[in-house]
């Protein structure tokens, strides 16, 4: 493992070498200085170009060694991104840094290389903007205050994963901040929609802030979540993110990145948030999640079981009860076609609940849910409402022709929701 620093020599890009060695200090690995020069003004100056690039080079070795880290350098030919992206990935870096685009180039580095860096790496990217507070924090003089943008995406987990690596370096301060469409978020919880579509209701705002703190679980410090911002926005979301960024003066924004390309970047939360950012930004891609043997185990602490009152739909109940740890909340609903006789039904839910159970700390909430006809969205609504692990569902095990004929709850949930699903079928005759 390793950290790449690219530098071009700026003023700014040594305030990120400095940044770079004293992680890579602290983390006990190779610094891995770059340049890389173009290849137009290779061609033209030839040999003269290369020695002034790696006598300065060598230069910032000897400087930077003198704070304590282990440092290389390595002087490239081509595109900047591909070049540094490609020895990042030979190297195995665990982080690349660089100094934040300047706002005196034209476009505000839109397309500039720091942006396409970003969308090249398999690792994180660390465009340092101001170095001081990171300098200070990672020499134990300060804590970090550290905001990161949340959403349900792979880029975010790996992120959120990324910060949490942070306290390896020492004390973090962490914030959650999501910006949401308000009507998107009414319709995929199934809640009631004011007059005003931009309003945000108190029922809503909760919801949203609980589902943002489960999100934000395994960055908990004494089993208390980090605080969390939800506002909702009607523009580029990074924009609102750097605007609560800059109101709460955190020294770092962390973002996922898609590796969005062409006119896909309009709508990247990344690459506007290094354009606009006052302070440093990390964009962490969707590579940089665990996965095989370093993958963490997953755990189930609220889990949603449907039932229908058949035999099978009631063997899932024991099913998703075994699923949560002791502790955890197990949902237990039904759908109905009106709102008749829910009281019935309720106690029909009741009796379902498995002893051991409630004897193992599990606890089981009972809910009646009125879909008419339709049973999958008043179950995927719950699931985001309830923000659950996992869904348990029964199903008949039906196949082919008899299938098409009458329908799959299970199979059209699976198509509905990007939650775990476990389905619990009949047992054989």
Partial sequence: MSIVCATNFSDAARRASDVAAELARKAGVPLLLAHVLNPNSARAFGQALSRAAEAALTDEQKRLERLGAKVEWVLLTGEPEREVANLARVRGASLVVAASPTHEAPFLGVGGTVDRLAQALDAPLLAVHDAR????????????????????????????????????????????GRVVWPDTEYRRLGLARPVEFTEVTPELHAVLKRETEALLGPLAESGRPPRVFVQP??????????????REAVDLLVVGTHHRR???????????????????????????????????????????VATDFSETGDRAVAHACGLVSPGGTVHLVHVAENDQALEAQKRQLEALIPREAEATGRRVRVE?????????????????????????????GRTGLKRAVLGSVAQAVLARTERPVLLVRPPSA
């Fill in 233 to 246: 926005g009607f523009g580029r979301i990074a924009d609102s993110l750097v605007e609560l960024a800059e």
């Fill in 262 to 304: 062409a006119l896909g970047r309009m709508w990247s939360v990344s690459h506007h948030a290094l354009r606009l950012a006052t302070m440093s930004v990390a964009c962490v891609p969707s590579q940089a999640v665990p996965t095989g043997a370093d993958a963490p185990l997953p755990t189930f602490h609220d889990v949603l």
């Fill in 133 to 176: 507070p990171l300098e200070s924090w990672v020499r134990g003089e300060r804590p970090l205050k550290v905001l990161l943008g949340v959403d349900h995406s792979l880029p975010f987990e790996a992120a959120r994963d990324w910060v949490r690596g942070l306290r390896a370096f020492g004390a973090v301060e962490v914030l959650g």
């Fill in 368 to 396: 009646v849910l009125v879909g008419g006809k339709d049973v999958v969205t008043p179950l995927t609504q719950a699931a985001e409402r309830y923000s659950v692990d996992a869904l348990v569902l029964g199903t008949h």
